[in-house]
């Protein structure tokens, strides 16, 4: 998309000599570049402008259950490259680990290290008490809960109208390395080990770009609105299942981050107040019921689909096994998710009334296979149910791509704090 001066003047408010100046600055530094021109409604020829998408990149890491996700997106967000690595499950990659893979997959795609803006680390939001994840079934585990110190939500429109209204910032120097500035992780997270704000540090180090750390369902939330050119006007929620359940909004063009950076505990939204004990001290918390974790410990405890499905290997293999069943006309199994599916659809219908979301996706590895049960249980309820459904619809969504979602978002979330670090609603020091 090109756009012209004079339009980004009217975008970002700012006067036609100061938009020239930083117009010439980008084109210097690469960023953006001519591309023709348009007849204006005077006559005049007017210069269009528009990304140069192969000149900076951003990386994400997705630190799934039991794999590593690693994706490069361009400027536009074009994906440039996607690498999935097993991980062990609850491994802790420590910093060495992070930067061999880093080296490893930016070497094989051959991005030169100065034009990469820096790599992104999601993975599940930490507990309360730290790093661990929720168990259901009242595992000894703690559930994710908001944390103070996370990384920046950086958020805003699809990149072609972000760039106009991030330009400025661009522009005045505060490149990513400044827009993440104070942003410390202080918290333990899920997968980096005990202190993530020192493998943050001791990663920047190493690679010399700047490393962010966010949760996987925010992230994935970046990530959907990015790639569906969602509009900065519209109510947008983003729900990831995983092996906790977790949920990310967009509001304004921002990525909501609550009071503590842990806004979209979605999985810790109780069904029932006498409910199924979960970690976090509260009862009948839905991702006690609905998680890809209680799917398969429901899964495993049903006598007909232990004997007939190979449910003893990881969490991830015995939960795609039930899913690739429901699908293939297995009833016990499509039981055992159209059951969860409609607990979660409870949950989701409580927070898209508490936001009064109008647009909502469903995403991560736990819709891979049979996210259509989901959806299908979700549409339903909120057609019956959902406080807003006499003023205006709620439109669910299935994500193209609910493995990469995350990786995406977390790619996106280096972009964004890039090129629009105006839309970064982070900590300032
Ligand atoms: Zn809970």
Known sequence: MAISRVELAELTGLTQPSISNIVRDLIADGIIHEVGSADSVLGRRRKLIAISPANRFGVG?????????CVA???TGGVVGREVVP??????????????????????????????EGLAIVMPAPGPGGADRPQPGGGQTQPGQAQPGQAPGAAGPGLSQGAGLGLPQAAAGLGLSQAAAGLGLSQAAAGLGDDSAEVRTELEKRLGVSVL??????????????????????????IYLSTGIGAGFVFGGALYRGASFGAGELGHVSIDY??????????????????????????????GLRSRLPLDGSESSAYDAVARAAV????????????AAERLSAAATSMVNLLDLGRLVLTGPGVARAGSIFARRL?????????SRRRHGVTVELSAQPRDAAGIGAAALVVQASVAPGHTPGQTA
């Open 379 to 387: 549409r339903g309820h909120l057609e019956r149910t959902a406080h």
């Open 213 to 238: 750390v966010e949760n996987d369902a925010a992230a994935a939330a970046l990530g959907e609105f990015w790639s569906r050119r969602v509009s900065r006007e519209q109510a947008f929620g983003c």
């Open 328 to 339: 293939n006309g297995d009833q016990d199994a499509y039981q055992v998710l159209d059951q």
């Open 87 to 116: 991980r062990l499950p609850d491994e802790i990659w420590r910093a060495d680990r992070l930067a061999e893979r880093f080296d490893a997959f930016t070497d094989g795609l051959a991005l030169p290290r100065d034009r990469i």
């Open 274 to 303: 006498a409910g199924r004990s979960c970690p976090c001290g509260n009862l009948g918390c839905v991702e006690q019921y609905a998680s890809m974790r209680a799917i398969v410990l429901a899964a495993r405890e049903h006598p």
């Open 73 to 75: 997106i361009d400027l």
């Open 61 to 69: 890491f997705n630190l799934g259950p039991d794999t590593v996700t």
